[in-house]
Nanobody
Framework: QVHLEEHGGGSVQARGSLRLACTRSGSDDRRHCLAWFRQKPGKGREGVAVWDEDADDGQDPGYSHAVKGRFTLTKDNVNDAITLQMNDLKPEDTGIYTC???????????????????WGQGTQVTVSS
């Protein structure tokens, strides 16, 4: 099975930046959808960004409308990790950020929680105004 672990997180003032990383181990021989979800206080999980390992070179990752233009998802092939660069953070970005993996044939930008069987522990991101 796939084991995921988040790195980073913390507290920052509004308009600041943070960087999260998700490392993977114990992978099988299949490619995955690698995604970041977040859970705001008192809310359910919502998709943030997704990377398709089967996508052609140059194909952009998917982003939720809430973060598009502010967050950037990249792949670190050396460390088998995905990195989420979060810029221009807002208080509404506060929440627990968790990386996840699935074996979907198509990595939908909808990023439905039920499609992702593998999850990390999550890391707290707090943005103050």
């Amino acid at each position: 099975q796939v084991h995921l672990e988040e790195h980073g997180g913390g507290s920052v003032q509004a308009r600041g930046s943070l960087r999260l990383a998700c490392t993977r181990s114990g992978s099988d021989d299949r490619r995955h959808c690698l995604a970041w979800f977040r859970q705001k206080p008192g809310k359910g999980r919502e998709g943030v960004a997704v990377w398709d390992e089967d996508a052609d070179d140059g194909q952009d990752p998917g982003y939720s409308h809430a973060v598009k233009g502010r967050f950037t998802l990249t792949k670190d092939n050396v460390n088998d990790a995905i990195t989420l660069q979060m810029n221009d953070l807002k208080p509404e970005d506060t929440g627990i950020y968790t990386c996840a993996a699935s074996l979907l044939r198509v990595c939908s930008s909808l990023m439905r929680v039920e499609d992702y069987p593998y999850w990390g522990q999550g890391t707290q991101v707090t943005v103050s105004s």
